[in-house]
T-cell receptor
């Protein structure tokens, strides 16, 4: 079946602009995660949704970052007043989040470049 | 604090040689450990987890709680093993947050 999809695959924006990154999880997966991967680093957790609610947003770096999942499926990561340090690959993952399988399946990522 | 350390950014070995990718972690509890792999132009995917105690594509990893290590090993490297490998941990199997190491690029020379 279809895996996690993310759009756009690449996004170039100017410093100070607003961007939205979209994630379509695997159908039926109730849990959705966002990670950020900076150059030369491993993915870093940002936020986790269980259904429509953000169950853990402890990884969001500051209040410029916000994510929503209004219908419990598609999620949008929103970044306001982008800064050059926001440049990274943003990964989305989804899972069933119930025993025995909590495996997270990753999307291809969105490469964000802030100029 | 939870941390995963992969000391090697790049590991280059000849085809047929043994491979060992090092991983050390710091966590006070009993975490679940994983290896993820990302092949060129493909998405990040789970390779193996310590609780499964299985061999995947010839790779194995043993959790050593005394040394807080979870090294990935393969006795005979193949060219198709070339990829980025990330060691990772979760607080427990149901935890949401995965903590990743910085990754090791494995390059297999023909």
């Amino acid at each position: 079946g279809a895996g996690v999809s993310q759009t756009p695959s690449n996004k170039v924006t100017e410093k100070g602009k607003y961007v939205e990154l979209r994630c379509d999880p695997i159908s039926g997966h109730t849990a959705l995660y966002w990670y950020r991967q900076s150059l030369g680093q491993g993915p870093e957790f940002l936020i986790y949704f269980q259904g429509t609610g953000a169950a853990d947003d402890s990884g969001l770096p500051n209040d410029r970052f916000f994510a929503v999942r209004p219908e419990g499926s598609v999620s949008t990561l929103k970044i306001q007043r982008t800064e050059r340090g926001d440049s990274a690959v943003y990964l989305c993952a989804s899972s069933l989040n119930r025993a025995p399988s909590y495996e997270q399946y990753f999307g291809p990522g969105t490469r964000l470049t802030v100029t | 604090a939870q941390r995963v350390t992969q000391p090697e950014k790049l590991l280059s070995v000849f085809k047929g040689a043994p491979v060992e990718l090092k991983c050390n972690y710091s966590y006070s509890g009993s975490p679940e450990l994983f290896w993820y792999v990302q092949y060129s132009r493909q998405r990040l995917q789970l390779l193996l987890r310590h609780i499964s105690r299985e061999s995947i594509k010839g790779f194995t990893a043993d959790l050593n709680k005394g040394e807080t290590s979870f090294h990935l090993k393969k006795p005979f490297a193949q060219e198709e093993d070339s990829a980025m490998y990330y060691c990772a941990l979760k607080r427990d199997s149901s935890a949401s947050k995965i903590i990743f190491g910085s990754g090791t690029r494995l390059s297999i020379r023909p």
